[in-house]
């Protein structure tokens, strides 16, 4: 009886480990900045995608009626004016923390026509934090 045992045991684990591993992969995204995005932009171009850059304030446009957003982000402040941007696309209210400079981390999709379609926005505001705690924001 004691084969049967084993062999029920290891056909167990196998089938349990196979939906572990089916789980993570789909499941899976890549995390990545502006710049890096648009290097490998054809082979993550039907794929969903985590990237994180700052705002550009100046380009923030919002549809309140049509909960319609829209704005640019490139890989940190220092290189607004330096990079070209990526256009954010997104439906649905607009995040109290998007303004110029927020640090933002978007999942969605890069379309055909260079834009990122997100799915979800999430944002961090870097003067909020600096009010907090002041002495490590300056470095001190």
Sequence with gaps: MRPKYLLGG????????????????????YYLTVSQL????PEFQSHNVRISGAVIGDSIAFDAQALYLEFDIVDSVEQIGAQPPLRIVY??????????????VIEGRLNADGAFYADTLLLKCPT??????????QGN
């Design 38 to 41: 648009r290097e490998k932009a």
């Design 128 to 137: 909020r934090y600096e009010e907090q705690f002041p002495q490590q924001a």
């Design 91 to 104: 439906e649905g209210p607009r995040p109290e923390l998007l303004q110029d400079h927020a640090q933002a």
């Design 10 to 29: 290891s056909l167990l684990i196998m089938a349990v480990s196979i939906v572990i591993v089916q789980g993570f992969s789909s499941n899976f995204q």
